[in-house]
């Protein structure tokens, strides 16, 4: 298989589900209307509800669902072949993932701009409201604690990142003072942000920060930037999100196509033979490719998570209900176009050559064989990043950008999108904090203030109960079958709007079922062998997670039995 036909196919086909399948949800099922008020001016505050424009709307909505989770998902994936990842990224994306998305951001637009937590609530009862929130703080929880520590050991990785990472944040506040205060054009200023930031991607290049020169240990050095981490995280969650968010995701969108016009010209130039086998059902270590294909690539198909930026942030910010499917399903189809170049350079990339240790140096078939020598050897962030940035250079190299400049500019793209998924996480935890507030009476907590130093203090507390800042990672074994569960609770949550509004649901119905028996076959599975490996910190805590999905579940089997339709189009 040649990978540029591999690439066309795809993208052909998700511009194609784009103008198809996506206008057919729009029109028939979630009946987007033009004339319905959004919270965006309903309850606008310009602090967290402000209407914006929708590709600056988009940018955000991308880039803060995005993170690492479509580089790293499908770049571990190719270990059972690019057949499977290839065909869950492509039909997962179109019929299940981009569906919950656009699902989700619909169904908070019609109830304030809440999360799909707190809505489940109004939908199917109060008990499942806390259920449905203790859960989503948990996942936050891991999902800050974990981010910070990527993004900290990203800097120790790619040190050339840093500058051009830190520096964005003064471009993106020039960027909002420019559009919002000045008027100006958020399409030529956008252009001259990134330049901007291209220009400090060559100076990263030459200047790298390495905190070790510095005399720091590799473990102070990772503390030291957590720490730093931490106090912007807390910061940028509560500026005005026209501030920094929406012009930071704005110039990182630009980033990523960017990114893509580089990547597609390589696959263009080098067009390299697809190198990993079709299919690989026994991978030395790996789980079984059935269930957890479907955990393990995550972002890349359906993520939960998304699900939470879509009734988070997004919904605050969307003009009219006519952008909900540029933003909602369109954002999704283009982060399953990110995975399918990451299939294209982790499958094909890497055969035009990487490093091996003491001077060796792998070609074709034999490169993926060293990468993807076992579970063990691709499972750590370095192996899954490297797997990645390696195949990309090796595309783009093939048109003359020297490798340090194509390294930097991957680094940066890398460490961009994880440092937005950090910031729009806090956020997000903000909002759960003050719904959950609401939910047990104690509406004081869910104040701004308050409701950001519980966030970042319980993700810090997390952090460093051990001293070393990996403390998250003791509960990360769980975050990727919850993840996936909660995504098939959202689509359960979506499901009974539809039935509320007495609207077909065999397109959420058939994505949902899948989702809970997949993710749920993956989690007992998961239970079992933190049994077996008498891990009982783990196997708690996820049965815990797992029962409370489980009362979710019945709660919404006794609504089926006797459901309740609204009349109106607006509320439940």
């Not at 402000?50 to 590709?55: E, L, S």
């Not at 050339?160 to 003072?177: K, M, T």
């Amino acid at each position: 298989m040649n990978s540029l036909v591999l690439a066309a196919v795809m993208l052909v086909g998700f511009v194609i589900a784009y103008q198809t399948y996506g206008r057919f949800l729009g029109r028939k099922i979630f009946k987007l209307a033009a004339e319905h008020v959004c919270p965006a001016h309903e309850l606008r505050d310009d602090l967290d509800f402000v209407p914006t424009n929708r590709h600056i709307l988009f940018g955000h909505h991308f880039t803060s669902i995005a993170g690492l989770g479509p580089i790293v998902g499908p770049a571990v994936a190719i270990i059972w072949g690019w057949v499977p990842a290839a065909i869950w990224v492509f039909v997962g994306s179109i019929f299940i993932g981009a569906v919950h998305d656009f699902g989700a951001l619909i169904v908070s637009l019609r109830h304030q701009g809440r999360s799909i937590g707190d809505i489940s609530g109004d939908l199917i009862s109060p008990r499942v409201r806390l259920l449905f929130l203790l859960i989503i703080f948990f996942l936050l929880l891991i999902v800050i604690a974990v981010f910070a520590l990527v993004i900290a050991i990203l800097f120790t990785m790619y040190p050339q990142a840093v500058i051009p990472v830190w520096l964005e944040v003064p471009i993106a506040v020039w960027l909002g003072y420019q559009v919002y205060q000045k008027g100006a054009s958020h399409v030529s200023l956008g252009i001259v942000a990134v330049i901007l930031l291209y220009v400090t991607v060559v100076i990263g290049s030459y200047v790298p920060i390495d905190l070790t020169a510095l005399g720091l240990s590799s473990q102070a050095t990772l503390i030291t930037w957590m720490i730093i981490l931490y106090i912007y995280a807390f910061i940028a969650s509560r500026l005005p999100v026209q501030v920094l968010l929406q012009p930071r995701d704005y110039i990182n969108s630009h980033q990523l196509f960017v990114a893509f016009a580089l990547l597609v010209l390589g696959v263009l130039v080098a067009h390299p033979t697809v190198i990993a086998p079709a299919y690989n059902a026994s991978p030395a270590g790996a789980p079984p490719v059935w269930p957890f294909l479907f955990v393990v690539i995550a972002c890349g198909a359906i993520s939960g998570f998304h699900s939470l930026v879509s009734s988070g942030t997004s919904s605050k910010q969307c003009f009219s209900e006519d952008d909900a499917r540029f933003v909602g399903y369109g954002s999704m189809l283009m982060e399953g176009t990110l995975s399918t170049l990451v299939i294209v350079a982790c499958a094909a990339g890497i055969g035009l050559g990487i490093a091996g240790a003491e001077g060796a140096r792998f070609m074709g078939p034999e490169a993926y064989a060293h990468l993807y020598a076992s579970w063990g050897a691709i499972s750590g962030l370095g192996a899954k990043i490297g797997a990645f940035v390696e195949g990309s250079a090796n595309m783009i190299r093939s048109y003359g950008i020297p490798k340090d400049i194509t390294v930097t500019i991957m680094g940066v793209f890398i460490v961009s999108f994880a440092a937005t998924t950090l910031d729009t996480a806090t956020r997000l935890q903000r909002y759960i904090v003050g719904e959950l507030g609401r939910a047990l009476n104690i509406p004081q907590i869910g104040n701004a203030t308050p409701a950001t130093l519980i966030a970042v203090v319980t993700a810090f507390i997390l952090s460093f109960y051990n001293g070393s800042g990996k403390g998250a990672l003791t509960l990360w074994p769980l975050f990727g079958t919850a993840n996936q569960l909660l995504a098939g609770m959202a689509l359960l949550v979506i499901t009974i709007y539809l039935v509320r509004k007495r609207v077909s649901t065999v397109y959420t119905v058939i994505p949902m079922l899948f989702m809970i028996i997949m993710t749920g076959w993956a989690m007992i599975l998961n239970l079992q062998n933190f049994l077996s490996s008498s891990n009982w910190l783990l196997f708690s805590i996820g049965l815990i997670i797992f029962i409370l999905e489980i009362w979710m579940i019945i709660e919404a089997v006794l609504f089926f039995k006797n459901p309740v339709h609204d009349t109106g189009q607006s509320s439940a």
